[in-house]
Nanobody, 127 residues
Framework: QVQLVESGGGSVQAGGSLRLSCAASGDTYSMYCMGWFRQAPGKERERVAAIESDVSGSYVYSVKGRFTISKDNANNTLYLQMNSLKPEDTAMYYC?????????????????????WGQGTQVTVSS
């Protein structure tokens, strides 16, 4: 089991920055694959960024170059640094985690699905 608690959301003007944090507790093996998702009213949930262990992350095209995902494995905390924020970034942001899968030969990898979710933190960007 993993418990995830997000923080750091708020209201900013376009062009501003926010840093989201996700404090994780519980089974550290299940924190191997982690990600940030967002959902705006009336829209489907979207994966914003994901990270495997502490390897560099992957991003949805709309945030590339503006957002950075990072992970502090010593403190079991996931971060999302968001710069140059735009009104279209307004959404509820969720942290997610899942244990890795094991490929033939023993290599660990992330399958893309997440079974553990936080409650979310609201980000509002005004123009």
């Amino acid at each position: 089991q993993v418990q995830l608690v997000e923080s750091g959301g708020g209201s900013v003007q376009a062009g501003g920055s926010l840093r989201l944090s996700c404090a994780a507790s519980g089974d550290t093996y299940s924190m191997y694959c982690m990600g940030w998702f967002r959902q705006a009213p009336g829209k489907e949930r979207e994966r914003v960024a994901a990270i495997e262990s502490d390897v560099s992350g992957s991003y949805v095209y709309s945030v590339k170059g503006r957002f950075t995902i990072s992970k502090d494995n010593a403190n079991n905390t996931l971060y999302l640094q968001m710069n140059s924020l735009k009104p279209e970034d307004t959404a509820m942001y969720y942290c997610a985690a899942d244990p890795p899968k094991r490929a033939y030969g023993g290599r660990l990898y992330c399958g893309g699905a997440f079974g553990y979710w936080g409650q979310g933190t609201q980000v509002t960007v005004s123009s």
